[in-house]
């Protein structure tokens, strides 16, 4: 699943290393095509099985045509502007190497931050909770991987996303999570969550930001009514699934956390609440089903 890069190394290894590539060249190269140098470094680490350490220190070293030939196409998708974790086939998310594909979106880090928050309302008594669209299992993973007492419901309407969530659950062992297939909260149980969590589509049609999104789905990204559909959607279902007292977090864009604690009080939630992330942006909203 991770692909060929981890074979990459014993490629033609009796070729004169006088002929072959260097390291210095090949990173000189992607620079020049606008691949940024820790990207470009990054890629040739784990094509090469150097370190980074060694990349920068002996750059006069040489690798094989078949390292080389990889790396210049890796480099070309980069270019390209495809993000680097489907290239690698690797991404880190809360400290977890999680495999992702254009089948899911990429795991950003300011997504970790729903995932601090539903830690920080729930101890570590046994709990239900579940995360809906949970592309590569990253949120679900990383709140099961934190909480084993707790048991971990994570939802997906897209078969091929509930495939990765699956490899890296195997890959991780983590056993207090559940893959169901279902849109938002058509596979949860009533009446029975501790908690609900969420990154759902926000982004507008017709957003200039998708231009920068191309490479990930369509569907995991954009959603009608200026991005407020699936969220608003979640935050109706959500009340026939969550116990009294519990709380709905929601990932959102930047601008749409007014109206959206709007929305949530007028289903009758309490204690809305906007977040920022490090970046002092709007990006999650807290609310109490009671």
């Given at each position: 699943m991770?692909?060929e ?5 014993g490629?033609?290894?009796?070729r004169?290393?006088?002929?072959a ?6 990173l ?5 095509q606008?691949?940024a140098?820790?990207?470009?470094q990054?890629l ?5 099985g ?12 040489p690798v094989?045509d ?28 809360w400290?977890?190497p999680l495999?992702v594909?254009p089948?899911?979106?990429v795991?950003r ?7 601090e ?18 592309g590569?299992?990253?949120?679900a ?8 007492e707790?048991?971990l419901l994570?939802t ?10 699956a ?7 983590i056993?207090?999570l559940a ?5 938002w909260?058509d ?9 609900i ?11 200039p930001a998708l231009?920068?999104?191309a ?7 954009v959603?009608?009514d ?8 979640i ?9 009294r007292?519990?709380?709905l977090l929601l990932?959102?864009?930047a601008g ?9 009080e ?9 977040h ?15």
């Open positions: 991770v692909n890069f981890s074979n990459a190394g490629i033609e290894r009796g004169n290393v006088a002929e590539p260097r390291i210095a060249d090949l000189a190269e992607a620079s020049a606008g691949v140098a820790l990207d470009a990054l040739l680490q784990q094509l090469s150097r370190s980074r350490a060694q990349l920068l220190g002996f750059g006069e070293e094989t078949g390292v080389a030939a990889l790396f210049r196409a890796a480099a070309a998708r980069r270019a390209a502007g495809e993000p680097l974790a489907y290239i690698t086939g690797v991404r880190e998310f400290s977890l495999v594909t089948a899911v979106l795991p880090p300011e997504t970790e931050l729903l995932v928050l539903c830690l920080g309302r729930l101890d570590h008594s046994p709990r239900l909770v579940a995360d809906l669209g949970t590569s299992g990253a949120v993973l990383a709140l099961a991987k934190e909480r084993p707790w048991m994570a997906d309407v897209s078969p091929a996303a509930l495939e990765v969530a490899i890296n659950r195997e890959r991780l062992g056993a207090n893959l169901r297939a279902g849109q909260c596979a949860l149980p009533a009446d029975a969550l501790d908690a969590v969420s990154n759902p589509p926000y982004v507008a049609p017709g957003d231009q920068h999104l490479h990930e789905p369509v569907s995991a990204l959603s009608p200026d991005g407020y559909a699936d969220l608003l959607r935050a109706a279902d959500a009340r026939n699934h969550l116990k007292g519990a709380p990932e959102h864009g749409q956390g007014g109206r959206l604690r709007q929305e949530l007028t289903l009758g939630y309490t204690q809305a609440c906007t920022r992330d490090l970046a002092g942006l709007d990006r999650v909203t807290s609310a109490i089903w009671s």
